[in-house]
């Protein structure tokens, strides 16, 4: 039962942190939007029907009933169409015109001048990237305040068991030989219980920073060690192998690593700012990525699935999936509490550095699609500038409309093949 109430709770603490990146990402949009005169109707988090709403001033804030992403309404989003400009018929000058006339109901007398469209491209540019700047902002808060604040497991410099000898190969069990080395810890005298504090005088804080050190001056090293509260000095030859490092397409690929012969008690260290700069960098890059490979993605996704196959634990996952790792990761009972709350906001963190990059896609509706489309409205008017020309106005992005209803559509089949799978092919956690 209380495993149950802790996966349930896990469930509904992510989805709270989800309304809140949301929320968080329209308000990027809406108070420059405000600052700058726009007027902005509404500000919602979610879709569908309204669950909640309060207006203030000249704007609605409200939470609706399907939690899959949130908008503000702005008025004259899209520019009217030029003098002259030919009315065509059918379903995509519908859509074009639908999208000029959207939110007209709002324009009142004294909102002549208040159109999104009539701001300078600088200032359109600002307020569209303002929402995925504010989830990169609450990405790298969230992912520096667990790394520097809680910290994560590394592999500390105190010894636990020392290996026998040096393996002819490297899998979860390891049998020694008559014919294999003695461990190079082994043969030094280190011992179980052991604290290596300094390598050729260098302090040191985890032992990845003693296998960059091997690396980089190979041969012998000289180690300080506590042992028993007594300072001890000892000389290592760590000798180098080929490790499993990466697998790729079902090819393991390995690397040249300095052995040790010792087994490491994991234990929780803070990150400096660097490295949590460094881990926030790495993610942003490897989902981007993610992202634009996402078609492919979802069709292996979908293959294996159908194929009963497990599927790949990196890659995407709806908003079920991330409920389902979250009611894992709370009701696990092997983790201690700050191991849970750690990972509950890298997870969220992780979203908001999705968040950032998805909509950085230059595709309407994206955010990144109206972003691409002040820069290719700068880059004109800049040429019609050089060029002696008239000033040609607004970019008139109303006419992507037709393809923006292809994206939508293509966004809406993925998230809803995502749905599915996260329900017959829930992801493992590996608890």
């Not at 109430?5 to 989805?15: H, M, P, Q, T």
């Not at 989800?18 to 939007?33: F, Q, R």
């Not at 194929?307 to 990761?329: E, F, K, L, M, N």
């Not at 750690?342 to 699609?369: E, Y």
Request: proline residues 6%.
């Amino acid at each position: 039962m209380i495993e149950i109430l802790l996966y349930i709770g896990g469930i509904a603490l992510v989805a709270l942190g989800i309304a809140v990146s949301i929320g968080w990402h329209e308000l990027g949009h809406l108070i420059p939007a405000k600052l700058f005169g726009v007027k902005v109707p509404r500000y919602m988090i979610g879709f569908g029907p309204t669950l909640f709403s309060r207006k203030r001033g000249e704007t609605e804030y409200g939470v609706k009933a399907i939690p899959l992403g949130g908008y503000i309404t702005m008025i004259g989003m899209y520019p009217p169409a030029k003098p002259g400009a030919k009315v065509g018929k059918g379903f995509a000058a519908e859509s074009i015109q639908a999208a000029r006339d959207a939110h007209s109901e709002h324009v009142g007398p004294g909102d002549k001048n208040r159109m999104f469209y009539q701001l300078s491209v600088l200032k359109r540019m600002v307020i569209m990237f303002g929402g995925p700047f504010m989830n990169l902002i609450l990405g790298f808060a969230l992912t520096f305040g667990v790394l520097i604040g809680i910290g994560s497991y590394e592999r500390s410099t105190t010894i636990v068991e020392i290996s026998e000898c040096v393996p002819s190969s490297f899998t979860e069990k390891v049998d020694c030989s008559a014919s294999d080395a003695i461990g190079p810890a082994k043969q030094s005298g280190l011992m179980a219980g052991d604290v290596v504090t300094a390598v050729e005088g260098q302090q040191v804080r985890n032992w990845d920073q003693i296998t960059e050190y091997a690396l980089a001056n190979p041969g012998e090293l000289s180690f300080e060690v506590l042992r028993d509260q007594s300072k001890m000095s000892f000389s290592i030859n760590p000798v180098l192998v080929e490790r499993p490092s990466l697998t790729i397409d079902g090819k393991t690929l390995t690397q040249k690593l300095p052995f040790f012969g010792v087994v490491l008690e994991p234990e929780r260290q803070p990150q400096t700012f660097a490295e949590a700069l460094e881990y926030s960098g790495n993610v942003i890059g490897s989902t981007f990525e993610l992202i634009v490979t996402l078609p492919v993605q979802v069709v292996d996704l979908l293959s294996s699935t159908l194929s009963g196959d497990a599927r790949d634990s990196s890659g995407p996952v709806s908003i079920v999936g991330i409920g389902q790792a979250a009611g894992s990761i709370a009701s696990n009972s092997d983790a201690d509490p700050l191991d849970k709350w750690a990972s509950g906001l890298m997870m969220l963190a992780s979203l908001n550095f999705a968040l950032f990059a998805f909509n950085m896609l230059p595709l309407l509706p994206l955010d990144g699609g109206h972003l691409a489309g002040a820069v290719y409205e700068a880059l004109k008017k800049g040429a019609y500038r050089i060029l002696g020309k008239p000033n040609p106005g607004p970019a008139d992005t109303a006419l992507l409309m037709p393809l923006t209803y292809v994206v939508t559509a293509a966004l809406i089949v993925m998230s809803l093949i995502l749905l599915v799978v996260d329900f017959v092919n829930p992801l493992s956690l590996g608890f």
